[in-house]
Protein backbone atom coordinates (compact mmCIF):
# COMPACT_ATOMS: atom_id res chain seq x y z
CA UNK A 1 0.00 0.00 0.00
CA UNK A 2 1.26 3.31 -1.05
CA UNK A 3 1.67 6.44 1.99
CA UNK A 4 -0.31 7.92 -0.38
CA UNK A 5 -3.54 5.40 -0.11
CA UNK A 6 -3.49 5.37 3.35
CA UNK A 7 -5.66 8.33 3.78
CA UNK A 8 -8.28 7.29 1.21
CA UNK A 9 -8.50 3.56 2.97
CA UNK A 10 -8.96 4.75 6.21
CA UNK A 11 -11.22 7.88 5.31
CA UNK A 12 -13.92 4.93 3.66
CA UNK A 13 -13.09 2.67 6.50
CA UNK A 14 -14.49 5.57 8.99
CA UNK A 15 -17.45 6.38 6.94
CA UNK A 16 -18.26 2.65 6.69
CA UNK A 17 -18.16 2.55 10.79
CA UNK A 18 -19.90 5.90 11.13
CA UNK A 19 -23.27 5.35 8.27
CA UNK A 20 -23.32 1.72 10.49
CA UNK A 21 -23.52 3.40 13.76
CA UNK A 22 -26.30 5.46 12.46
CA UNK A 23 -28.40 2.59 10.89
CA UNK A 24 -27.62 1.11 14.68
CA UNK A 25 -29.30 3.24 16.21
CA UNK A 26 -31.88 4.15 13.59
CA UNK A 27 -32.80 0.36 13.48
CA UNK A 28 -33.70 0.89 17.45
CA UNK A 29 -34.62 4.36 17.00
CA UNK A 30 -32.45 6.40 18.93
CA UNK A 31 -30.97 8.27 15.53
CA UNK A 32 -33.31 10.97 16.59
CA UNK A 33 -31.18 12.07 19.54
CA UNK A 34 -28.27 13.98 18.80
CA UNK A 35 -26.31 13.16 22.08
CA UNK A 36 -25.54 9.91 20.36
CA UNK A 37 -23.18 11.66 17.94
CA UNK A 38 -20.81 11.85 20.40
CA UNK A 39 -19.57 8.30 19.56
CA UNK A 40 -19.20 10.04 15.82
CA UNK A 41 -16.00 11.55 17.35
CA UNK A 42 -14.21 8.60 18.97
CA UNK A 43 -15.14 6.31 15.68
CA UNK A 44 -13.21 9.26 13.84
CA UNK A 45 -10.82 9.58 16.29
CA UNK A 46 -9.69 6.08 16.47
CA UNK A 47 -9.44 6.12 12.58
CA UNK A 48 -7.30 9.23 12.29
CA UNK A 49 -5.32 7.62 15.03
CA UNK A 50 -4.67 4.37 12.73
CA UNK A 51 -4.71 6.46 9.87
CA UNK A 52 -1.48 8.36 11.11
CA UNK A 53 -0.34 5.60 12.86
CA UNK A 54 -0.20 3.80 9.24
CA UNK A 55 1.23 6.68 7.69
CA UNK A 56 4.47 7.44 9.68
CA UNK A 57 5.33 3.01 9.85
CA UNK A 58 5.11 3.46 5.96
CA UNK A 59 7.81 6.18 5.79
CA UNK A 60 10.93 5.31 5.91
CA UNK A 61 13.33 7.75 7.91
CA UNK A 62 12.24 11.29 9.75
CA UNK A 63 8.47 11.35 10.19
CA UNK A 64 7.25 15.05 9.56
CA UNK A 65 4.49 16.52 11.36
CA UNK A 66 3.19 18.54 8.76
CA UNK A 67 3.03 15.10 6.64
CA UNK A 68 1.39 13.12 9.39
CA UNK A 69 -0.82 16.16 9.82
CA UNK A 70 -1.75 16.54 6.10
CA UNK A 71 -2.91 12.50 6.49
CA UNK A 72 -5.03 12.43 9.33
CA UNK A 73 -6.39 15.64 8.03
CA UNK A 74 -7.47 14.57 4.40
CA UNK A 75 -8.54 10.79 6.44
CA UNK A 76 -11.24 12.81 8.76
CA UNK A 77 -11.94 14.88 5.53
CA UNK A 78 -12.71 11.76 3.02
CA UNK A 79 -14.86 10.29 5.67
CA UNK A 80 -16.93 13.44 6.55
CA UNK A 81 -17.60 14.24 2.93
CA UNK A 82 -18.49 10.38 2.54
CA UNK A 83 -20.78 9.91 5.45
CA UNK A 84 -22.07 13.80 4.93
CA UNK A 85 -23.38 12.45 1.19
CA UNK A 86 -24.75 9.56 2.80
CA UNK A 87 -26.55 11.65 5.36
CA UNK A 88 -28.16 13.82 2.49
CA UNK A 89 -29.25 10.58 1.24
CA UNK A 90 -30.82 9.42 3.66
CA UNK A 91 -32.63 12.18 5.07
CA UNK A 92 -33.98 13.21 1.82
CA UNK A 93 -34.54 9.68 -0.16
CA UNK A 94 -34.43 6.77 2.35
CA UNK A 95 -36.42 9.29 5.63
CA UNK A 96 -37.66 11.94 4.11
CA UNK A 97 -39.50 12.39 7.91
CA UNK A 98 -36.36 12.29 9.28
CA UNK A 99 -35.42 16.15 9.29
CA UNK A 100 -38.72 17.45 10.86
CA UNK A 101 -38.58 14.69 13.41
CA UNK A 102 -34.79 16.06 14.60
CA UNK A 103 -35.76 19.73 13.89
CA UNK A 104 -38.99 19.16 16.47
CA UNK A 105 -37.07 17.94 19.40
CA UNK A 106 -35.58 21.63 19.22
CA UNK A 107 -37.90 23.93 19.97
CA UNK A 108 -36.75 26.60 17.68
CA UNK A 109 -38.96 29.44 15.60
CA UNK A 110 -36.19 29.49 12.55
CA UNK A 111 -36.80 26.94 9.52
CA UNK A 112 -33.99 24.45 9.00
CA UNK A 113 -34.73 23.33 5.44
CA UNK A 114 -32.60 19.61 4.84
CA UNK A 115 -29.55 21.76 3.23
CA UNK A 116 -29.11 23.29 6.05
CA UNK A 117 -29.04 19.90 8.01
CA UNK A 118 -26.62 18.82 5.80
CA UNK A 119 -24.39 21.08 5.93
CA UNK A 120 -24.39 21.35 9.90
CA UNK A 121 -23.51 17.61 9.88
CA UNK A 122 -20.41 18.62 8.01
CA UNK A 123 -19.45 21.46 9.63
CA UNK A 124 -19.74 19.29 12.49
CA UNK A 125 -17.75 16.48 10.34
CA UNK A 126 -14.78 18.54 9.16
CA UNK A 127 -14.27 20.63 12.72
CA UNK A 128 -13.79 17.04 14.65
CA UNK A 129 -11.58 15.84 12.05
CA UNK A 130 -9.07 18.83 12.67
CA UNK A 131 -9.56 18.89 16.31
CA UNK A 132 -8.67 15.06 16.11
CA UNK A 133 -5.87 15.29 14.12
CA UNK A 134 -4.28 18.53 16.46
CA UNK A 135 -4.87 16.60 19.30
CA UNK A 136 -3.43 13.13 17.90
CA UNK A 137 -0.49 15.05 16.43
CA UNK A 138 0.72 15.85 19.65
CA UNK A 139 1.14 12.11 20.37
CA UNK A 140 4.24 12.60 17.20
CA UNK A 141 5.54 15.73 17.94
CA UNK A 142 9.21 15.01 18.82
CA UNK A 143 10.09 16.39 21.99
CA UNK A 144 12.74 18.73 23.18
CA UNK A 145 13.82 17.62 26.19
CA UNK A 146 16.81 16.55 24.62
CA UNK A 147 20.27 17.97 24.33
CA UNK A 148 19.33 19.09 21.10
CA UNK A 149 15.92 20.80 21.91
CA UNK A 150 17.62 22.63 24.66
CA UNK A 151 19.51 24.53 22.06
CA UNK A 152 16.40 25.81 21.23
CA UNK A 153 14.96 27.48 24.46
CA UNK A 154 15.74 29.85 27.14
Known amino acids: MKRSSVPLLYGIF ?11 LSIFDLHRNPVYSVFNMVITAGGIFLAIK ?11 YQKGFMAGLTTGFIATVIFTAFFAVYT ?17 DWFVNIGMLV ?28 SEGKKHTY
Open 14 to 24: IAVALIVYFLL
Open 54 to 64: KYRDKKSGKFK
Open 92 to 108: SELNPRFSQELITMWET
Open 119 to 146: FTVALMGFATSLVVTLAIMQLYKPSWNT
